[in-house]
Nanobody, 127 residues
């Protein structure tokens, strides 16, 4: 079965950095769009970033306005892993971060479109 396993969360001071990783198994990774979502206490799950298969070996990246310029998504198909490099972290970035996967070729920022989900990793940014 498909499994997504996140790692890399933790506690960091404002202005610091973290890199999240998500390793997938049970799917043809290179053909899947991979996304990162987050959910803060009392709030709905929100889109953070996605890297979409655009055919052959091309991928397109998307970012929420709140993280553009601070976060970078990347993937290593040889390792079945997607990364989220988070720089200049702010207290409002505090949330549980989830990795998600969907079959590729059509970009989406909607959580409902993603078929597989990881268990989440906590990111806490102190002021």
């Amino acid at each position: 079965q498909v499994q997504l396993v996140e790692s890399g969360g933790g506690l960091v001071q404002a202005g610091g950095s973290l890199r999240l990783s998500c390793t997938a198994s049970g799917l043809t990774f290179r053909l899947y769009d991979m996304g990162w979502f987050r959910q803060a206490p009392g709030k709905e799950r929100e889109f953070v970033s996605a890297i979409t298969w655009a055919g052959t070996i091309s991928y397109l990246s998307q970012y929420a306005d709140s993280v553009r310029g601070r976060f970078t998504i990347s993937r290593d198909n040889a390792k079945n892993t997607v990364y989220l490099q988070m720089n200049s972290l702010k207290p409002e970035d505090t949330a549980v971060y989830y990795c998600a996967a969907k079959p590729g070729l059509e970009r989406s920022r909607r959580a409902i479109d993603y078929e597989y989900w990881g268990q989440g990793t906590q990111v806490t940014v102190s002021s």
